[in-house]
């Protein structure tokens, strides 16, 4: 009896499909990774702009908002996507077009699209694999006093993308469930400590002599245009992903009603909700209580302790455990640690689910190796290039794992595809609404106008920050260049030869009509 060839099922509704754009966006887990990175971010004249991180993260949000309608529009329009997503709509932008010469510019838009969305959602599950051999790391520490060595987190990396791509193989429905969990655990997570965090100092005002913020307010407001500008270069990096289930339109039940909405909601749950609210409850609790040493040694509070530590919310949690908690503050942390490391789960396994699918749809189309366009008979995965996937996962995290300059320049990378992908996103947008009935100057020149405005300047300034920086920041940028180049390079020559054997060409001659 011949077998039934493997085929896409539609099963997901809306909740399905927003709980896995969610889960790439993943507060708890960024909040924990990133604010580090934010308590430490500096003027070119060396001054501290910590006090504006949280009015970073909202100019942030209304840049990734920009995007995110670009998507949701692109996705009412194009239900029928499937698995391609923005490699789609960059083709069906200029396909669609009633003057045919438009047509010739298809197959380059789609190409360059899929270079940025595979330099994106390729590089960043190395990323997270080597953000959770540094969390594991860091709860070994915590535990025995010891350290990991480089070999251990290398090979901790290895086993981890197995179990990753493993949940991916076995299909979307054991991934949505994943998600879905993770989600859940990690909401209710971050709710209990942003509410001990906020409970720590209106309850217990005596807790400290020196609060970093005077109040509320002062958490949120604008400090200086200047510090809201460099906070926001870094802020837009923890709020990407909103846009990765556009990539499970062949498995969404009525996509063009819940694909759209879902953009948005992952986007108003995850970013407008939870970040806000723990980045505040964050900002409100820092006093000098928050207490450690920099890398000279010196002894540092407040700001300055959080931009020295190593996990500055894990060092909070510790605080507000002790002191509302009747001493269990080594738990607590021990207890978010294990969230924050379900949530990295969470956030690899979307982002390689989005990969593997681009991934499929540009093979199908002959635009990448036929081995990526092969489905599960079972699971009706693109199995093999899952498997690929984990193996360029671990290898990524083998140069991240080795210090904070390897992470950094990964994470770069990965950054660099994103904003090419967003405001090539917003540039598609605006060809493919041009001339429609339902064309719209706000949603459809506008937002996506100014979306790619914005994504432009953000990659500018993150490439200007690291150039001109010092020599660990000048090293960061080299491997991030040196993985967008090597990536083009392969990407090019993969297109010359198959162009030359089926003889299409990357831009067609304009047909004139007789």
Same mark, same amino acid.
């Given at each position: 009896?011949?077998?039934?060839?493997?085929?896409?099922?539609?099963?997901?509704?809306?909740?399905?499909?927003?709980?896995?754009?969610?889960?790439?966006?993943?507060?708890?887990?960024?909040?924990?990774?990133?604010?580090?990175?934010?308590?430490?971010?500096?003027?070119?004249?060396?001054?501290?702009?910590?006090?504006?991180?949280?009015?970073?993260?909202?100019?942030?949000?209304?840049?990734?908002?920009?995007?995110?309608?670009?998507?949701?529009?692109?996705?009412?329009?194009?239900?029928?996507?499937? $698995?391609?997503?923005?490699?789609?709509?960059?083709?069906?932008?200029?396909?669609?077009?009633?003057?045919?010469?438009?047509?010739?510019? %298809?197959?380059?838009?789609?190409?360059?699209?899929?270079?940025?969305?595979?330099?994106?959602?390729?590089?960043?599950?190395?990323?997270?694999? %080597?953000?959770?051999?540094?969390?594991?790391?860091?709860?070994?520490?915590?535990?025995?006093?010891?350290?990991?060595?480089?070999?251990?987190?290398?090979?901790?990396?290895?086993?981890?993308?197995?179990?990753?791509?493993?949940?991916?193989?076995?299909?979307?429905?054991?991934?949505?469930?994943?998600?879905?969990?993770?989600?859940?655990?990690?909401?209710?997570?971050?709710?209990?400590?942003?509410?001990?965090?906020?409970?720590?100092?209106?309850?217990?005002?005596?807790?400290?002599?020196?609060?970093?913020?005077?109040?509320?307010?002062?958490?949120?407001?604008?400090?200086?245009?200047?510090?809201?500008?460099?906070?926001?270069?870094?802020?837009?990096?923890?709020?990407?992903?909103?846009?990765?289930?556009?990539? $499970?339109?062949?498995?969404?039940?009525?996509?063009?009603?819940?694909?759209?909405?879902?953009?948005?909601?992952?986007?108003?749950?995850?970013?407008?909700?939870?970040?806000?609210?723990?980045?505040?409850?964050?900002?409100?609790?820092?006093?000098?209580?928050?207490?450690?040493?920099?890398?000279?040694?010196?002894?540092?509070?407040?700001?300055?302790?959080?931009?020295?530590?190593?996990?500055?919310?894990?060092?909070?949690?510790?605080?507000?455990?002790?002191?509302?908690?009747?001493?269990?503050?080594?738990?607590?942390?021990?207890?978010?640690?294990?969230?924050?490391?379900?949530?990295?789960?969470?956030?690899?396994?979307?982002?390689?689910?989005?990969?593997?699918?681009?991934?499929?749809?540009?093979?199908?189309?002959?635009?990448?190796?036929?081995?990526?366009?092969?489905?599960?008979?079972?699971?009706?995965?693109?199995?093999?290039?899952?498997?690929?996937?984990?193996?360029?996962?671990?290898?990524?995290?083998?140069?991240?794992?080795?210090?904070?300059?390897?992470?950094?320049?990964?994470?770069?990378?990965?950054?660099?595809?994103?904003?090419?992908?967003?405001?090539?996103?917003?540039?598609?947008?605006?060809?493919?609404?041009?001339?429609?009935?339902?064309?719209?100057?706000?949603?459809?020149?506008?937002?996506?106008?100014?979306?790619?405005?914005?994504?432009?300047?953000?990659?500018?300034?993150?490439?200007?920050?690291?150039?001109?920086?010092?020599?660990?920041?000048?090293?960061?940028?080299?491997?991030?260049?040196?993985?967008?180049?090597?990536?083009?390079?392969?990407?090019?020559?993969?297109?010359?030869?198959?162009?030359?054997?089926?003889?299409?060409?990357?831009?067609?001659?304009?047909?004139?009509?007789?």
């Amino acid at each position: 009896m011949p077998q039934e060839a493997p085929s896409i099922k539609p099963t997901l509704g809306l909740t399905g499909v927003t709980v896995n754009a969610m889960a790439l966006i993943a507060p708890g887990a960024f909040l924990w990774i990133t604010y580090q990175l934010q308590a430490a971010a500096a003027a070119p004249d060396g001054s501290s702009v910590a006090s504006d991180i949280w009015s970073g993260i909202a100019f942030a949000l209304i840049l990734a908002f920009l995007t995110a309608v670009s998507y949701a529009q692109l996705a009412r329009i194009y239900p029928e996507a499937g $698995f391609g997503s923005c490699y789609y709509f960059a083709e069906k932008a200029f396909l669609d077009r009633e003057n045919k010469t438009h047509h010739r510019w %298809a197959r380059l838009a789609k190409i360059v699209t899929g270079w940025a969305a595979h330099l994106f959602y390729w590089v960043y599950p190395g990323v997270m694999v %080597a953000m959770m051999a540094t969390l594991v790391g860091y709860i070994y520490n915590q535990l025995t006093g010891g350290t990991m060595s480089i070999t251990s987190m290398i090979i901790f990396s290895g086993f981890f993308s197995l179990l990753v791509g493993y949940i991916a193989y076995r299909g979307v429905t054991g991934s949505t469930f994943t998600s879905l969990m993770i989600n859940v655990i990690q909401l209710s997570t971050l709710v209990l400590f942003s509410v001990l965090a906020i409970y720590y100092r209106v309850a217990n005002p005596e807790h400290a002599t020196q609060w970093t913020f005077s109040g509320a307010w002062d958490v949120m407001r604008p400090h200086s245009v200047q510090g809201v500008l460099i906070q926001s270069t870094v802020a837009i990096l923890i709020l990407v992903g909103f846009e990765s289930c556009t990539a $499970f339109a062949a498995e969404t039940v009525s996509p063009e009603r819940n694909i759209p909405r879902a953009v948005i909601l992952s986007l108003i749950i995850q970013g407008l909700i939870a970040y806000m609210f723990e980045y505040f409850a964050a900002g409100f609790m820092v006093s000098e209580k928050l207490a450690g040493t920099d890398s000279t040694g010196a002894a540092v509070t407040g700001m300055a302790a959080a931009a020295a530590s190593s996990a500055p919310i894990g060092d909070m949690a510790i605080r507000v455990g002790d002191a509302v908690l009747g001493g269990i503050g080594f738990g607590l942390m021990i207890s978010i640690g294990i969230t924050v490391g379900l949530a990295i789960l969470g956030t690899t396994l979307s982002c390689l689910n989005t990969a593997v699918r681009v991934s499929y749809a540009m093979a199908q189309d002959q635009e990448m190796p036929e081995i990526l366009g092969v489905l599960h008979g079972r699971f009706a995965t693109p199995h093999r290039a899952i498997w690929v996937l984990v193996v360029v996962s671990t290898l990524i995290a083998a140069v991240g794992v080795q210090s904070v300059v390897g992470l950094t320049g990964i994470t770069l990378a990965s950054n660099f595809g994103t904003f090419v992908l967003y405001g090539l996103t917003c540039m598609w947008c605006m060809i493919a609404f041009a001339g429609r009935p339902d064309f719209s100057v706000l949603k459809h020149v506008l937002v996506p106008g100014l979306g790619l405005l914005a994504n432009v300047a953000m990659l500018v300034a993150i490439l200007y920050l690291y150039v001109i920086g010092n020599a660990d920041s000048q090293h960061e940028a080299y491997i991030c260049m040196a993985i967008a180049g090597a990536w083009a390079v392969v990407s090019g020559l993969y297109v010359a030869i198959s162009s030359m054997r089926s003889g299409r060409r990357l831009i067609p001659a304009t047909r004139t009509v007789a």
